[in-house]
């Protein structure tokens, strides 16, 4: 998947899917919405919140914060995620179906970024909740690929130099050594520094 119109397609998509997930867990499920994630320190609320600040801030009013922040992105990150999360559930889930988000890109990012942004945040939701994806096949091998061919798990602190990985449900897979195989979603996880729960992986760790 490279073509910039695809891409687009499949981050649209995987928004709307993880929002047609969270729209279930209204009512006797909103105890969902306070799961702990695989960001450390956040529950589902707060990352649905994290992920959709562009549909509720203005570059400018980003900008007031991030300066507020001292231009430190994880102080920033962490408080806009702390107080949004606060927020009532079909206000996050409204910024997940936002045709801001849909079209939004990270600094620099592009729409591969987009990509990365929505499916891995996505896992971090999926994961602990113990539902499938939410993002199509083809963009969370898009995601592997970035994450390994393309360096990005670098970004997260995580080496594979002389590590095999292996996807036991779609047909990828990358490099030579030790083997570390599971479900493509939670390779790209861990990929991301993740610490997923026991047994969703064979092999050492990386």
Known sequence: MTDDTALRSAVTAAYL???DLLDGAGGAGK??????????GWRVREVVAHMTMAA???EDEF???????????????????????ALPEDVLVAGLR?????HWTPPGGGVRGALNHVVIHGLDITVPLGADPTAAEPAVTAVL???????????FGVAIEGRALRATDLDWSYGSGPALS???GDLASALCG???PAGRLAGDPL
């Open 182 to 184: 599971g479900g493509a």
């Open 194 to 196: 993740r610490t997923l």
């Open 17 to 19: 899917s993880l929002a």
């Open 63 to 85: 900008m007031a914060e991030l300066r507020a922040c001292d231009y430190d992105f994880t102080r920033l990150s962490d408080a806009v995620a702390a107080r949004d999360a």
């Open 31 to 40: 105890e969902q919405w306070d799961t702990p994630s695989l960001c450390e």
């Open 145 to 155: 690929n970035d994450l390994t061919y393309g360096g990005g798990h670098a970004h």
């Open 98 to 102: 936002s045709q801001v988000m849909h």
């Open 56 to 58: 509720r801030y203005t």
